[in-house]
């Protein structure tokens, strides 16, 4: 079955500065991929998708985020966080002809002004 | 559209008492599903609906939860008895198309204490 992995608990970043979240993903073949965001007292919204094709993939809010099969990683990226960007944020991963979506546990955000 | 519609958004019961959770999905989506949210476990997939039918309910966790689709615009989720360890936040959402291709709108999420 398909897991993913969000190694940082907690992560705090200073405005202005880049961001990168790390996901690692277990799946015998290629996987969907995702990332939400989830802020305080919200459900969750989905920032970016990889399903197929190009490895780097845009999404909302200035996010994107890069597929590398070697690594089996699906890092979340932003060259400049916004104070709006504090929030938790969440990847997860379905197999192919799989509903089952498994989501990893999570990684915090705080931005310090 | 107002999005997908919980409620109630904050739920306290004693143990033992059935609890109802509803959720009114986003018109037109033809797929719902509820998923608990707990510190312990993380979000999981509780069960998901097709045109009112349940698809695949997996990940119930046990008799005491039920979940219900009378319409194609509402669903509840009901615990009987409910259990202090049943304590959490239980998200529903919706999409258009089956998943995972079609993006799952979430709504605010419920949170449950069960004292």
């Known amino acids: 079955a398909q897991s993913v992995t969000q190694p940082d608990i907690h992560i705090t970043v200073s405005e202005g500065a880049s961001l990168e979240l790390r996901c690692n993903y277990s799946y015998g073949a290629t996987p969907y991929l995702f990332w939400y965001v989830q802020s305080p007292g919200q459900g969750l919204q989905l920032l970016l998708k990889?399903?197929?094709?190009?490895?780097l993939v845009q999404g909302i809010k200035g996010f994107e985020a890069e597929f590398k099969r070697s690594q089996s990683s699906f890092n979340l990226r932003k060259p400049s966080v916004h104070w709006s960007d504090a929030a938790e944020y969440f990847c997860?991963?379905?197999?192919?002809?799989?509903?089952?979506?498994?989501f990893g546990a999570g990684t915090r955000l705080t931005v310090k002004p | 559209d107002a999005g997908v519609i919980q409620s109630p958004r904050h739920e306290v019961t004693e143990m033992g008492q059935e609890v109802t959770l509803r959720c009114k999905p986003i018109?037109?989506?033809?797929?719902l599903f509820w998923y608990r949210q707990t510190m312990m476990r993380g979000l999981e997939l509780l069960i998901y609906f097709n045109n009112n039918v349940p698809i695949d309910d997996s990940g119930m966790p046990e008799d005491r939860f039920s979940a219900k689709m009378p319409n194609a615009s509402f669903s509840t989720l009901k615990i009987q008895p409910s259990e202090p360890r049943d304590s959490a936040v239980y998200f529903c959402?919706?999409?258009?198309?089956?998943?995972?291709?079609?993006?799952?709108?979430f709504g605010p999420g419920t949170r449950l204490t069960v004292l």
């Open positions: 997860a991963v379905v197999g192919y002809n799989n509903n089952d979506m498994r």
């Open positions: 990889y399903f197929s094709g190009d490895t």
């Open positions: 018109s037109g989506h033809d797929y």
């Open positions: 959402a919706s999409s258009f198309g089956p998943p995972p291709r079609d993006t799952q709108y």
